[in-house]
């Protein structure tokens, strides 16, 4: 009994010491509701405060366009303004004219000259007639202006003068000045003469004169105050818009004022007479004349505290690490999923402020920094050769570029030519030592600075990275280039700053992003500066699903709209055409990579954007983009398009015969020409987009004449099925491939096997030029076949040559069947070597040496033009010069044309 009892308490026990268990577990095993509350408050701050940024930059957005929508109208209103005035302006001086008033100061001069002078003729008493109609009309009937340039005002002369003069004068007085005075004053009046007061004539004059000024200034202020407001308001120059506005001069004394007022007018009237002609005659010279004033007011306007972000370009060699760097920044596997690993197009990535931040959390003194610029464009260039013009193209849009170089190759092909485009377009660049991991015993440390990095690694470390150092520096020292780690305390503006960096591992990374942010603000700012003059580049023309053909554009600078009108330049000349979307890609995604893309109305660079309109299929890649603000500025803009278009257009030039090249974008397309430029391969047709029975008629013209020129070179693009079909009916050759070099290999090697195919076909037609001398102590066998010992004194010999003697008259001894030399037999022999050769007869009787010929005979190939063009077309490369050079001796031997 007693055990049964203790075998209770244990149980019992046990019992006690899991309840607390259990109640541990429970307590771990529910959260609490406190907490799950708590939880569900963030997420909801997280999901308003999202919300509302959204509604933010949507009531900026709108905002934006209210004050473009009120610009735009108030643009309107200022023109209609001032076209009503110009109006105004010239119905008074055609009333003027009409009433026969003198409109220019020189009118008004030659008017008070011809009253003086009519003054001065009465005061002698002359009687002045009134000009007739009749004599208006044989004098010419219509009024006719005198030059407006300015003439001197003739001065008074004393009254005693003129009496004398008018006593010696009186009776020579010709009918023609009469004529000529009444004429002038009948021209400059109504044609009623009105009674003049007698007395001093140059009183009278004068009078005269004073009236016509005081009237003239005061017509001339009625009519400005007519359209002026009687308070004078200043007002802003309204934007879009030139306005000019010229101080009045008081008036001081009435002669001097009126004169100055005068001069003022008349200059005025005659610059508005010729603005005025100008809108008549040329709005193309006011438009352009608009927009320059556009730009240089723009440029102006520009705020070093407003920049934009940087375009940051990232240059190097194939294989250097270029999208790893970026997909390090990015977080992102964009380099996973290209071709062979290889960038093949052009990308842009922005790099917010936030990512920025992050990358560089370990870097004390960076997060310190203010940062001014919005974030960093990202350009990725592919490094592959062939791709010179993507690299050259994204190089020109960007402000600082990224130099990736491989620490265990140093400085590579692709890496040269990105120096040289660098220091061509005068461009600021940092040098990434990149693949720093990859020096033995290595360790990362991704959390720290890489000047740490490097003092924790191990001597043997430090001391190859050390010695690769010093190479990769001497490298830079043979291009004329002085390079220093980056925090070595030397002038920047002599030395290239260099940064170690593993994008694998991530060293580094952080002060690679701080040291392109901190030389941008401090080096770039009156660059960045953002201006409302857009400026933008196609980096490439491609084919988007669910939005056709669209265009990656590189925002620079300026605002890009939606409905805004868009001049590019095509493969047909420039096209005009509304923006219908604007699309980009979320922020630290690839602009080429498929993503789900963001909708906008207007974007404000720098950005990558995605543009989707009509008619894109022939824009140019590499080209700039013009944007009309009004339908008159599309001619100018066209224009400069059309210089633009001629550039980009001479690169590619079609030959009559060539092989047909298709690919997905003209970036690519570019490459592929230029390659087959170098190659000397020629190319009559390109297309950009997937391959159709129409391109396999238009390749299969070429077997008509060449067989080896009817080849499609299919780059990233689909067959049509129906096509392939055809293609394999008529024999044309399609060669696709997703990496550029691969499809070049393909062709080659196509083009190898029919060279070698053509080469077997005529290897018994061609013929290799040959002289040979005979060495008498060699004669093995006097008859046929002959075996003889010979020395090559010119050319090659080969079996099958045909053996001719031209000193016996042209006498054919036979073809070489084979060649030895040391019993051993060879298939050729060069000038110098002496060989045996074994000759038999074909058909005819056979020849004897010793006979027929002796060892003072020379023996030569017989050729003839068949051979020598077999030779030519097929066996070129197998001839040196002075083969060449035998085989012309022999031609004029043989007389062959």
Known sequence: GEGKDEGDDKKKKKKKKKKPEEEKKSKVKKPGKAMLAKMKEQMEALRLEQKKREEEELARIRAEEEAERKRLEELRLEEERKEKKRAKERERKERRKAEGKPVTRAEREKHARAQAQLEALKAQGVVVPLRTAEHQETKGGKVQYVSRQRQKKPKPQPAASESDQASETTSTVSSEQ?????????????????????????????????????????????????????????????????????????????????????????????????????????????????????????????????????????????DTGKTKILDKIRRTHVQDGEAGGITQQIGATFVPEDAIRDQTKMLKEFSKLEMKIPGLLIIDTPGHESFSNLRSRGSSMCDIAILVVDIMHGLEPQTLESLAILQKGKTPFVVALNKVDRLFDWRRNPNSGIRETLKKQKVNTRDEFDERLKQITMEFAEQGLNVSLFWEKVDFQEYLPMVPTSAITGDGMGDLIALVVSNSQKNLSSQLMLSQELEALVLEVKVTPGHGTTIDVILRDGILREGDTMILTGTEGPFVTPIRTLLMPQPMRELRVKNPYVHHKAIIASQGVKVCAKDLEKALAGTPIFVAKKSDEIPVLKDEAAVTMKRALSAIQLQERGVFVQASTLGSLEALLGFLKQSKIPYAGVNIGPIYKKDIMKASVMLEHDSQWAVILAFDVTVDRDAQQLADHLGVKIFMADIIYHLFDSFLKHRKELHDQKRKEFEHVAVFPSKLRILPNCVYNTKDPIVLGVVVEAGVIKPGTPITIPSKNFLDLGVVSSLEVNHKPVESARKGTEVCIKVESQGDAPRHYGRHFDHTDMLVSKINRESIDAVKNYFREDLQKSDWQLMIELKKLFQII
């Open 178 to 318: 009469q004529d000529e005075a009444a004429s002038v004053i009948s021209e400059t009046s109504s044609g009623v003469a009105e009674p003049e007061p007698q007395g001093d004539s140059d009183e009278a004059v004068k009078d005269n004169w004073d009236d016509e000024e005081e009237e003239e200034v005061k017509d001339n202020w009625d009519d400005e105050s007519e359209d002026e407001p009687a308070t004078p308001v200043q007002s802003k120059p309204v934007k879009g818009e030139d306005v000019l506005v010229k101080p009045v001069q008081q008036q001081e004394s009435l002669e001097s004022g009126s004169e100055e007022e005068e001069e003022e007018e008349s200059s005025s009237e005659s610059e508005e007479e010729e603005s005025s002609g100008e809108e008549e005659l040329s709005a193309y010279e006011k438009a352009s004349l608009r927009i320059e004033n556009r730009r240089k007011r723009n440029k102006e306007e520009r705020s070093i505290d407003l920049l934009r972000s940087p375009v940051v370009c990232v240059l190097g060699h194939v």
